[in-house]
């Protein structure tokens, strides 16, 4: 079945770079997203890229995915502590009207 | 300003109060749907629709109705509310079902049902 996997902590120090990894079962996904989730905010999003992608890069953001592995990471350099935040990876599927959604991983900023 | 509106933001009902959640979106988007989030679970998906009269169940329909009139309006029904539905609710749109557009969400709905 269709199902997003990602994991729940991550914890940086203040101006090192953050990687959040994402896994995926479905190899038919036609875009996959990041989002992102400030404390009582919605969801908004931060960048997506194509399943025929490799790389997408936009500022400080840049995803990779590996369609081999079925892998997908949002690297955001110089992190800051206005990037505290819950980040989900989701998929959108050509085969289905939804997107499935990972549970979300909590970045937390060390100064 | 392009947005999706949900009502309220914040809600404490008790068990069996039938509630209504509205969701509006200004886009003249035809795709709509309600997602609830649930800590560790990320957000499932509860209903959907493809377009005006055109509603279909997500992963998580129990206990929830929809409707959907008019393009814009996507109201989530909980007619017997109860303690399991306690969540965060989110409305979101895009142009079409398929996976090549954006979709918006809505800032949220808090439900609490006591």
């Known amino acids: 079945g269709e199902d997003v996997e990602q994991s729940l902590f991550l914890s940086v120090r203040e101006g090192d770079s953050s990687v959040i990894n994402c896994t995926y079962t479905?190899?038919?996904?036609?875009?996959l997203y990041w989002y992102k989730q400030e404390p009582g905010a919605g969801l908004q999003l931060l960048t997506y890229?194509?399943?025929?992608?490799d790389m997408k890069q936009d500022q400080r953001l840049t995803v990779l995915l590996n369609k081999k592995d079925k892998h997908l990471s949002l690297r955001i350099a110089d992190t800051q502590t206005g990037d505290s935040a819950i980040y989900f990876c989701?998929?959108?599927?050509?085969?289905?009207?939804?997107?499935?959604f990972g549970s979300g991983t909590r970045l937390s900023i060390r100064p | 300003e392009a947005q999706v509106t949900q009502n309220p933001r914040y809600l404490i009902t008790v068990t069996g109060k039938k509630l209504t959640v509205t969701c509006s979106q200004n886009?003249?988007?035809?795709?709509m749907s309600w997602y609830r989030q649930d800590p560790g679970l990320g957000l499932r998906q509860i209903y959907y629709?493809?377009?005006?009269?055109?509603?279909d169940k997500g992963d998580v329909p129990e206990g929830y109705k929809v409707s959907r009139k008019e393009k814009r309006n996507f109201p989530l029904i909980l007619e017997s509310p109860s303690p399991n539905q306690t969540s965060l609710y989110f409305c979101?749109?895009?142009?079409?079902?398929?996976?090549?557009?954006?979709?918006?969400f809505g800032q949220g709905t808090r439900l609490t049902v006591v």
């Open positions: 979101a749109s895009s142009p079409t079902g398929q996976g090549n557009t954006e979709a918006f």
């Open positions: 479905d190899s038919s996904s036609t875009y």
């Open positions: 890229i194509f399943s025929n992608m």
């Open positions: 989701a998929a959108r599927y050509s085969s289905a009207s939804k997107i499935i």
């Open positions: 886009m003249n988007h035809e795709y």
């Open positions: 629709s493809m377009n005006v009269e055109v509603t």
